[in-house]
């Protein structure tokens, strides 16, 4: 007894037990969140509601049912979330005719949560399957179908392009696979859906590989110059390949000294 | 005396033209005359005049090498099956050869003419562009002479038929010409594969579409079913095309004797502009409107597709659709008037 | 003896023998002789023709290459080729053939590029070698249809361009001989006959790549060639115009000859735009025809484009307001595209009949071979400026779509702007550009006259102030003063005595033209302003003033 008493009453004792209070504590958090992952169910779901009430309820509605100010987030399934809050296109700023991407205010796992939260609502899309977002897929089929449902809005390598009243269809180097299925499936704002009765996953797979071989593998005939076709030919032929030209016509003319 | 007579020694005399309502200048000041030649540090300096020569000889030498890179880059990088970096390089290392082997040569040409060659301004007389009088008397003599001899001025009949005659010749040419494409376009133009059990079929794949299939907001690019089997399908294809949408009815706004060519919110319409025909894919599923990526014209997909911007003058003709016994979306008929731009006979 | 005679030339070495056997055959002496020493004067400005001929050399060349791989067959073929994203796919044999010469050929797709590259600076030169000509008066008298030749030059410089860029049957060209079939149907009475005669029955059929390629490789070439050497050969005989200047006269031509100046710096300048564009054409992408995939008429591309030179047509459709068809009797009038096609011919009418319409208006009979500076014909400067203007307002509306996607705009109000632009832009381009023009040149008035302000203020021993201007030496005066004035005139009665309509407009387009000028200096007004300024110091005598204050 005396001995514990001592113990207990040594200098060092009080730090030791802070000490041991911000290990336990914290190794305890830190097992907790990065379960989260791991953690599907009452946690993750509780997290991710948690979240939305800080960051989205004030358009969204408390229990998603929308408002004004937002959609209906009940059967839009954990892709949108995924999707929109991952490009940082969500939490929305200035609203506007189209949503911009701006940078990613949410952790991977507070998306994860935020999305599995949503998707509890109500069925919808869901996030895709790794083995689709591998670029195993065909990409001759691929560009058939680019070519077909998204050429006319994204441009023919995805450069992107204008739709009406100052829309656009945004260009895709650098989305990653995963927001690129995501969006198809789920047709943000005034994209339309494509969902897996339209393209099936072995179609996404083919156009998400379609867009990255092009994005890997730079034109066989040098710079692109954006990829936006004979406007920009036109523009660079007249601005350098002149500019160039007539300062020589200048130099030719001109008297040596 | 104007200018021109001053300073042509050779003519007795020049033609004199009427200067209309130009203004004669009667206190004109004087020409200076040339200015005097500024000799250049070449023409002054031996050894600027040799390190010249060594300038231009070196970018000649420079043109040699150019063309040896643009060999080396053509044996290099052969063309190896699906590798495409040797298609870059081969491209790259060619072309940037040529064009030192050529910049090489103009460079120096033109260098040399600029620093070595003699830059005195040197002055040449300039000739009327009319011909001297005897010449052009001469020249009215030998028309005289024909027109006596061949006797066509006064033969009027020969003359007439022969203008006849000259003007059915080039007839019959232009009328080879009629077979370069058929007659009764403009009929074909109503028709198209469209007809009543005619399923809606995926845009290239040909695999019928159920209605179930088709959610609200998502767009299907259909081709008619059996298109594929054509041999001639692009011609086909370029009035048929067709995009497919739904939406949730309420939204609709249909005409009443238009009721019963939806299904469901599903609608279909030709996707043949009718400005000129180019495509029109791009449907913005929260405005329903549809628009032409070549010169911007607008439909509105709730309003049976009427034109709300751009310059195009009609909507896009709606196809009339409904399920069959399997579910699978089919056409009703074929398109009620002729799909894409407006034309004479439509 | 004759015998002394041919035992003399035998021994001259093989460039003198080379030449006698020619001329003995050929005359060839004679030509030499004409153009050797010929003088032709020097400006930057004037080379600009030159970059047209060359870039059209290049293109010949290139394209030449080019034809022993192309195949114009619209014939199906499944696609086994080297580019892995269209492994598989259907697609024509003109558009399999396009690709095999960019990916399984070495030096195709570099000469693709290059012919490609060339075109459009083939055109560009063009355009430019016209305003330079426009702006400077050449066209006038002798050389009016040295001027239509060029013109048809133009047209069909762009007729070229577009049956070539056609060729590859890719899906942006694809789509522009689809927007082509729409407005040949559009036109009344013949539409459809003229579209089933130009697609060999309906659209896209199976005729139109190999007629498109007859065009281009034979039909449109020949056509060039021959307009190119008449418009060499009236070059040649009304000899080349030159700028004013000391020494330049209406009866002479100062420059260089031939031989040996103009011969290199001609040839070395074929050398340097040939390597500008292989340069260019080696590293720069241009119509990556695999991106776009074969044309079918379903799928089209965001920021479908023709080539630039036709752009100004696809403006003036995207420009045209949607509400303006009629239809008359039970026959359909498309007035969105036949009011873009009438006013497109009209614009070209005006442009290629301009020297007509101007020699018309002046009455001026004379030759002319010295240039006007822009500045010293205000008017035309003005309606030059005002057409340029039109013309670029049309080319930049067909990139309406890619100016709102870059730029971040409302596509709606670009197009609308444009259409505002359009027409109230010419008018105001025309003001200010004359308005220009006469400022310009009473600036170079008050410099004849008052000399180059030096902005060295000096302060006299009297007390004044004044700035010391250096009087212009007597070359570069010369240039100042030696242009054309011309005055309004009136209605004259004709022969009959009658005063007639055309007449009464004429005169009042004089007055258009002529009434706001300003007429060069004389030489006594020179003198009174020289001896005004004897009252003035020049720059040597303001230095002593200073030294002795």
Redesign the interface.
Known sequence: MSEKKSIRRKPWATSLVILLGLILSGGGYAAATTTVQNESGVEMIEEGRKLFLANCATCHGTNSEGTDAGPSLIGVGAASVDFQVGTGRMPGQASGVQLRKKPVQFTEEQIQAMAVYVASLAPGPAIPDEQYLDNTGDANHGSMLFRINCAMCHNAVGAGGALTEGKFAPALEGVTEKHIYEAMVTGPQNMPVFSDANLNPEDKEDIITYLKYVEENNSVGGFELGSIGPVAEGLFIWIFGFGFIIAITVWLTSRAN | M???????EHEEENFE???????V???????????PH?P???DKDPKAAARAEKQVAAMFVVSIIGAIIAVWG?VA???I????SN??N???????G??????G??????H????L???N??????H??RSEPETRAAAVEILNMADNESGISRRKLIRRTMFGALAFLPVPAIVL?GD????G??D??RVTMWDRGVRLTR??SGVPI?A??????????V?PDGLNDL??K??E???A?VLL?RVNPSVLNEAEDRRDWSYDGIVAYS??CT?????V???????H?L?C??????FDLANHCE?I??????PLPQLPITVDEEGYLIAQSDFLEPV??????? | MSTTETNKEQNQGFAANAANYFDERTKLGGGLKFIGRKIFPDHWSFMLGEVALWSLVITIISGTFLTFFFNPSMAHVTYDGAYAPLKGTEMSIAYASALDISFEIRGGLLMRQVHHWGALLFVAAMGLHMLRVFFTGAFRKPRELNWVIGFLLFIMGMAAGFTGYSLPDDLLSGNGLRIIDGMLKGIPVIGTSVSSGFFGGEFPGTEVISRLYSLHIMIVPALILVLVALHMALLIVNKHTQYPGPGRTEGNVVGYPVLPVYAAKAAGFFFIVFGVIMAISATFTINPIWNYGPYDPSPVSAGTQPDWYIGWLDGALRLAPGNWDVTILGYAYPMGILVPMVISLLFLAVVAAYPFIEQWITKDRREHHVLDRPRNAPTRTAIGVAGVYFYGILWAGASTDLIAYHFQMSLNHVLISMQVLLVIGPFIAYFITKRACLALQRKDRELVLHGRETGRVVRLPNGEYIEVHEPLDKYELYKLVDYKDYEPTIARPNKNGKITAMEKLRASLTRFYFEDRISPVTKTELRDAQEHADHDLTQKEAQKALEQA
């Open positions: 104007s200018d021109l007579e001053k300073n042509n033209y009427d200067g209309g309502a130009a203004v200048p009667t206190d004109k000041i004087e020409d200076p005359g040339l200015e500024r250049r540090m070449t053509y990088f052969p063309i099956g699906d590798d495409l298609t870059r081969n491209a790259l290392w060619v072309g940037v040529m064009a030192l082997s050529l910049l040569l103009g460079f120096g040409a033109i040399w003419a600029k620093t060659m003699p830059d301004e040197i002055v040449e007389q300039r009327q562009s010409f370069l494409g058929p007659a376009v403009g074909k133009m845009d290239p159920k179930s299939e088709v959610t609200v907001g998502s767009t299907f690019h081709i041999y001639h692009l011609d294809k370029a009035k095309a949408v996707k043949i400005h000129v025909g180019c495509p894919a791009l449907y913005e599923q929260l405005t409107h628009l990526p070549c010169h911007q014209s607008t034109v911007f751009g310059p195009a003058a009609r894409g731009p407006t034309y004479w006979e439509r």
